[in-house]
């Protein structure tokens, strides 16, 4: 069984700087995706970021990117110029065939 | 334009009494699933319809059930709600294997009395 490690249960920034938020999997399978996806308090769960396990180049959607390691199965995000509004529940997410699997969950909050 | 649609966004209800969730969608994805998330957690699948065949997670209580009438829709029937059943409830949708994310509906959240 597929399994999906957020080892920061809670990350803190400040506004306008960057962070990263960890995200490591474990898989047999060589063909998958992962994703980000971000729910913000009482708000509907949104995709952040999307990764086809097949390509090298690390995906990138404005102010965010992330660092995937296939060898390692690490797929970090990485928030740059960090705004008040992207404070929220961030979940790493390993999609195999239909089944997505969630990582625990990483909350993220913003300071001013 | 919402495209994946939970209806009640907030439902109580009393013990032992049955609820029905529902949730339609716009995109004519194949697959639906219903998620449970309880507070501060990851989404739990519960089950996951891909086009009529159902398939349902080994852990998810009897309680449970779901319907999938047409493509569009998919309800959630839970039989005789415990205090332990309070969660949201998260609708999915994707095209299929191995296509495209899914795309989350506002979910449900339910009380239980």
């Known amino acids: 069984a597929q399994t999906v490690t957020q080892s920061q249960p809670e990350m803190s920034v400040q506004e306008a700087e960057t962070v990263t938020l960890s995200c490591t999997y474990d898989?047999?399978?060589?063909?998958?995706?992962l994703f980000w996806y971000k729910q913000p308090p009482s708000r509907q769960m949104i995709l952040v970021i999307r990764q086809e396990a097949y390509k090298q180049q690390n995906a990138t959607e404005n102010r965010f990117s992330v660092n995937f390691q296939k060898a390692a199965k690490s797929f970090s995000l990485k928030i740059s110029d960090s705004q008040l509004g992207d404070a929220a529940m961030y979940f790493c997410?390993?999609?195999?065939?239909?089944?997505?699997?969630f990582g625990g969950g990483t909350r993220l909050m913003v300071k001013p | 334009d919402a495209m994946v649609i939970q209806n009640p966004r907030y439902q109580v209800t009393q013990f032992g009494k049955p609820v029905t969730l529902s949730c339609s969608q716009t995109l004519n994805h194949n697959v639906m699933y219903w998620y449970q998330q309880k507070s501060s957690q990851a989404p739990k699948l519960l089950f996951h319809?891909?086009?009529?065949?159902?398939?349902n997670e080994a852990d998810t209580p009897d309680n449970f059930q779901s319907r999938r009438p047409n493509t569009s829709f998919c309800f959630l029937d839970i039989r005789s709600p415990g205090l332990g059943d309070a969660a949201m409830y998260l609708c999915?949708?994707?095209?299929?294997?191995?296509?495209?994310?899914?795309?989350f509906g506002d979910g449900t959240r339910l009380s239980i009395l």
């Open positions: 319809y891909y086009d009529k065949d159902f398939n």
């Open positions: 997410a390993y999609k195999q065939g239909n089944m997505l699997t």
């Open positions: 999915a949708t994707s095209r299929g294997v191995g296509q495209g994310p899914q795309h």
């Open positions: 898989t047999s399978e060589s063909d998958y995706y």
